[in-house]
């Protein structure tokens, strides 16, 4: 017994240690608003947008786990200060039965990416995938939300591997050098 607490102990030290977070400064804060309509019409385009990633199979989604049955949610859509810019995160819905350790076909797990695009209006003139972090398999929806904005928006700018300097909800982001790693 009091191995197995001591083993918990030390898998919880290493696991926090490894788990760092900076918070985005108060006065970075990303607080851009957009109506509801121009929301939901921007929801509605960039899952077909995403629909198009899946049906081609490109970049993030590949053809052994992803199809024509994947289902696609829009999670969240942060947008730049000017509304020219957004990300937003992308989970899909797939079967286990498409997984290499096959499962239950009535059994399902998400996925989810973050991508980033350029708009006018409501209108989606480049979308692409960024791809620093992702989850994958995860039981529980609302889970797999919870841990890809944790990721973006807490912890975006703590990896070195990644040119990010600011986390996704911070407003320098737009203008950072993750950015224009994707758009020069």
């Known amino acids: 017994m009091r191995i197995s607490n001591l083993f918990t102990l030390f898998n919880y030290l290493i696991l926090s240690a490894s788990c760092q977070t900076v918070n985005t400064p108060k006065k970075h804060e990303n607080n851009t608003k957009v109506s509801v309509s121009h929301y939901l019409?921007?929801?509605?385009?960039?899952?077909?947008?995403?629909?198009?990633?899946v049906d081609n199979q490109l970049k993030a989604y590949y053809p052994k786990e992803n199809d024509s049955l994947t289902e696609i949610f829009i999670d969240t859509i942060v947008f730049s200060p000017k509304k020219d810019k957004i990300a937003f995160f992308a989970i899909s819905k797939n079967s286990n039965d498409k997984l290499a350790s096959k499962g239950v076909d009535s059994e399902f797990h998400y996925n989810a990416y973050c991508f980033i695009g350029i708009i006018s209006a409501t209108t989606i003139n480049s979308i692409k995938w960024l791809s620093v972090y992702n989850i994958s398999n995860y039981d529980d929806e609302r889970e797999t939300s919870n841990d890809i904005r944790k990721l973006y928006f807490d912890e975006l700018n703590t990896g070195d591997k990644n040119d990010a300097k600011f986390n996704l909800n911070d407003i320098r982001?737009?203008?950072?050098?993750?950015?224009?790693?994707?758009?020069?």
Do not use: A, M, N, Q
């Open 41 to 53: 019409i921007l929801k509605t385009k960039l899952k077909d947008s995403v629909r198009f990633y």
């Open 173 to 184: 982001f737009w203008d950072g050098p993750l950015w224009h790693k994707y758009y020069e």
